[in-house]
T-cell receptor, first 113, second 114 residues
């Protein structure tokens, strides 16, 4: 079956270090992948979109990579801060699922001071 | 600019009761969506409206109905609530519904069905 997977266990990172979150998928031919941030009790907020023909995308301290051979996207936060603590969701658009994104369950990131 | 608003924020229902979740956006977006979010699972699409006057089923439409009242408003109705519908419900909108659109979410409605 088609699915998209993110680490279900929380990721604990020391402040100032780089946090790396993983999004793996199977049986898709993705066109775009998006990353969102979700804080407790709130809706997701868009962070970055990367296209299948882009290897890397950056925005300030954030970097996303997209490897269609490995069927994987990595999301990096450099110089992490406690304020970066949140759950991060990836969402895949295969172009086969008209208007529908396929969402991962998210990884909870905890940045310790 | 309030973005996407949802009412109510919290709701407790008894099995068999009905209710309507309201969603409105003030960004002049064409497309609107209803998702549910359950622990350990990704967001699942219930229904979407690509443009005013159209609605389509998503991944998990059973037990729900929707109305795109106008361009701004998209409501979700539970006709006979079941405990399996206990969840957090999010409304979202996108400017055009094209694949590179980003989704703008409301704050969610936390629904418990007893």
């Amino acid at each position: 079956s088609q699915k998209i997977e993110q680490n279900s266990e929380a990721l604990n990172i020391q402040e100032g270090k780089t946090a790396t979150l993983t999004c793996n998928y199977t049986n898709y031919s993705p066109a775009y992948l998006q990353w969102y941030r979700q804080d407790p009790g709130r809706g997701p907020v868009f962070l970055l979109l990367i296209r299948e023909n882009e290897k890397e995308k950056r925005k300030e301290r954030l970097k996303v990579t997209f490897d269609t051979t490995l069927k994987q996207s990595l999301f990096h936060i450099t110089a992490s801060q406690p304020a970066d603590s949140a759950t991060y969701l990836c969402a895949l658009d295969t172009m086969d699922s008209n208007y529908q994104l396929i969402w991962g369950a998210g990884t909870k990131l905890i940045i310790k001071p | 600019n309030a973005g996407v608003t949802q009412t109510p924020k919290f709701q407790v229902l008894k099995t068999g009761q009905s209710m309507t979740l309201q969603c409105a956006q003030d960004m002049n977006h064409n497309s609107m969506y209803w998702y549910r979010q359950d622990p350990g699972m990704g967001l699942r699409l219930i229904y979407y409206s690509a443009s005013e006057g159209t609605t389509d089923k998503g991944e998990v439409p059973n037990g729900y109905n929707v109305s795109r009242l106008n361009k701004r408003e998209f409501s979700l109705r539970l006709e006979s609530a079941a405990p399996s519908q206990t969840s957090v419900y999010f409304c979202a909108s996108t400017p055009s519904g094209i694949h590179t659109d980003t989704q703008y979410f409301g704050p969610g409605t936390r629904l418990t069905v007893l």
